[in-house]
T-cell receptor, first 112, second 113 residues
Framework: GENVEQHPSTLSVQEGDSAVIKCTYSDSASNYFPWYKQELGKGPQLIID?????GEKKDQRIAVTLNKTAKHFSLHITETQPEDSAVYFC???????????FGKGTRLHILP | DAGVIQSPRHEVTEMGQEVTLRCKPISGHNSLFWYRQTMMRGLELLIY????????DSGMPEDRFSAKMPNASFSTLKIQPSEPRDSAVYFC???????????FGAGTRLSVL
């Protein structure tokens, strides 16, 4: 069935450095790719999303890139700060956008 | 807006008992999703509703699980009888009709002893 793979499962970066999280998806019909951030004890919150007609999208320190040919998409966080420490999930739409399936998550640690 | 509201936040019960989780979606949203989160399996979609109608329940693990949405402002997820392997965090999310963005509640942490 449809699948989203996410790597790495854990990532530690020095404060101020950049973090990159990568995902691949299996459904060639996927056309919507959101990224969610989950802080301890809370539900996931959308931080950025991209549609298949766009290759890159940026919002302040976060950016997402999409390669539809390779079925890859990535999250880039620059100038990392302590409050960026959380679990990040990528996701991809399946079917007619009614459902999204999530990757297993990346636990990001920002080191002081 | 208060966002998606789930209750209870924590539930501890004994094996064999019935458990009911509750969700109030954001007003005006017409899609509602129930997810289960575990370390091993991550975030799994259990069931979702459009305009109070169940659309896809293929993620519901067994007949012990059932979900209802009697009106646009309330949904329940019921487990009867509960088992220790049902222990997880259960999330409800809602989505407005013209967007893809899902808004999650804070979740219910269920422990079945």
């Amino acid at each position: 069935g449809e699948n989203v793979e996410q790597h790495p499962s854990t990532l530690s970066v020095q404060e101020g450095d950049s973090a990159v999280i990568k995902c691949t998806y299996s459904d060639s019909a996927s056309n919507y790719f959101p990224w969610y951030k989950q802080e301890l004890g809370k539900g996931p919150q959308l931080i950025i999303d991209i549609r298949s007609n766009v290759g890159e999208k940026k919002d302040q320190r976060i950016a997402v890139t999409l390669n539809k040919t390779a079925k890859h998409f990535s999250l880039h966080i620059t100038e990392t700060q302590p409050e960026d420490s959380a679990v990040y999930f990528c996701a991809a739409s399946i079917g007619r956008d009614d459902k999204i399936i999530f990757g297993k998550g990346t636990r990001l640690h920002i080191l002081p | 807006d208060a966002g998606v509201i789930q209750s209870p936040r924590h539930e501890v019960t004994e094996m064999g008992q019935e458990v009911t989780l509750r969700c109030k979606p954001i007003s005006g949203h017409n899609s509602l999703f129930w997810y289960r989160q575990t370390m091993m399996r991550g975030l799994e979609l259990l069931i979702y509703f459009n305009n109070n109608v169940p659309i896809d329940d293929s993620g519901m693990p067994e007949d012990r699980f059932s979900a209802k949405m009697p009106n646009a402002s309330f949904s329940t997820l019921k487990i009867q009888p509960s088992e220790p392997r049902d222990s997880a965090v259960y999330f409800c999310a809602s989505r407005p009709g013209q967007q893809n963005i899902q808004y999650f509640g804070a979740g219910t942490r269920l422990s079945v002893l």
